[in-house]
Nanobody
Framework: QALLVESGGGLVQPGGSLRLSCAGSGFNFGAYALRWYRQAPGKERELVAFIDSIGVRRDYGDTVKGRFTMSRNNRENTLYLQMNSLKPDDTAVYYC???????WGQGTQVTVSS
């Protein structure tokens, strides 16, 4: 069974940092481009970042560009999202996604608050 499992969320103060992880299993992790999405209460799901299968090409949403960095380790089947200079507007449930196989993780909550 193909799975994506996110971890690393939590409560952080504005200006702080968090590193999210997404562990893949049950499929050829290194063959697929991956995305991070987020969804805040009452809002639509928002694409945060994209990375190609080998980690060369990365794209970011305008709201996180310059603050978030996406990376992957295909030997460990793990995707990362380093989030710096966090703002209250970054509060959301963060999901990893393999779009070509429509695979989603269960999400991890990030709350930015003083």
């Amino acid at each position: 069974q193909a799975l994506l499992v996110e971890s690393g969320g939590g409560l952080v103060q504005p200006g702080g940092s968090l590193r999210l992880s997404c562990a893949g299993s049950g499929f050829n992790f290194g063959a697929y481009a991956l995305r991070w999405y987020r969804q805040a209460p009452g809002k639509e799901r928002e694409l945060v970042a994209f990375i190609d299968s080998i980690g060369v090409r990365r794209d970011y949403g305008d709201t996180v560009k310059g603050r978030f960095t996406m990376s992957r380790n295909n030997r460990e089947n793990t995707l990362y999202l380093q989030m710096n200079s966090l703002k209250p507007d970054d509060t959301a449930v963060y999901y990893c996604n393999a779009p070509l196989i429509n695979l989603w993780g269960q999400g991890t909550q990030v709350t930015v608050s003083s």
